[in-house]
């Protein structure tokens, strides 16, 4: 895919992908949306890539929507003849196909957040397993001040990320608040000089994939975000029971124990595209 409106960089294990319409402040385009689905999806096959990073270019991470696209199409993610109505089982919000390409990535996702990030621009980084930001960066889930409602699937994210009276105060008012709040809160792993958050994320991602299985990762991520919402640790236990003998027995795993025992490095080689994508613990739901 021809990417415009984002670049990609693969470097020592790491794609970082930047949101490159500085000149807009990086706001997010049904274009952006495509690229950023396709990159994400093309990372997730690639074996090279062990974990990836998202940030801005010039000084924000993402002002939210464009609201004057450049093709014409609807900012909303859907296009139609004006007065008409499209049917609702053709729409699909554009931030929560983003969202859900993160969320099924099975590689590591860090945001840096090198500057504002506002409506979808933070929003599409909840689904991230990390997010670090610039002191001072101005954050605003202002869905209420526009009439409009979250997105990108920010109602089951947020409540995850933080408590529910600091998600429910940050979306009712949609006031905009600085990154301190949000590292009080939870939402950002840490802080950094502006200049220096892309490093810090960096340095992140390299400690993460050092010394761990591909496999184990890409396993425990999906484990750890999905596992909290059975209604019994009994399932839980089921899902694991599962995954540590599949990967004791056919994965990572099978070097792992006898490496240790031999004072060695042990052996990864797993294909991460040879395992099952749907282990029957979390089917997908279709959308209606």
Not at 83 to 101: F, H, K, M, N, Q
Not at 127 to 152: C, N, W, Y
Not at 261 to 285: A, I
Request: hydrophobic fraction near 40%.
């Amino acid at each position: 895919m021809d990417y415009q409106h984002i670049q990609t960089d693969l470097a020592d294990g790491i794609v970082t992908i930047t949101l490159n319409r500085p000149d807009r402040l990086n706001a997010f385009t049904l274009r952006m949306k495509d690229e950023l689905v396709h990159a994400f999806g093309e990372a997730d096959r690639d074996n090279d890539v062990r974990a990836l990073i998202v940030t801005g270019a010039g000084r924000a991470f993402c002002a939210g929507m464009e609201m004057q696209p450049e093709d014409g199409g609807h900012v909303f993610g859907y296009d139609h003849a004006e007065g008409e109505t499209p049917p609702l089982d053709t729409i699909r919000d554009s931030g929560g196909e983003v969202s859900l390409a993160i969320f099924n990535c099975r590689k590591p996702v860090i945001g840096a957040l090198n500057g504002a990030a506002v409506g979808v621009g933070i929003t599409m980084t909840l689904p991230m397993d990390f997010r670090l930001a610039a002191h001072g960066a101005k954050i605003g889930f202002v869905f209420s001040q526009r009439g409009l409602t979250p997105e990108a699937c920010s109602s089951w994210f947020l409540p995850r990320l933080v408590p529910m009276h600091k998600a429910l105060e940050w979306v009712y008012s949609g006031d905009i608040f600085l990154a301190e709040e949000g590292l009080e809160a939870g939402l950002f792993r840490s802080l950094h000089d502006k200049e220096s958050v892309l490093d810090a994320a960096r340095e992140l991602a390299l400690k993460l994939v050092a010394k761990s299985s591909p496999v184990s990762v890409a396993l425990a991520k999906q484990m750890l975000w999905r596992n909290p919402a059975f209604e019994h640790p009994m399932r839980a236990h089921a899902v694991e029971t599962s995954m540590i003998y599949r990967a004791n027995e056919f994965w990572d795993g099978k070097d792992g124990f006898t490496a240790f025992l031999e004072k060695r490095d042990p052996v990864f080689d797993t294909d991460l595209n040879d395992l099952p994508r749907d282990f029957g613990f979390w089917p997908e739901p279709p959308l209606k």
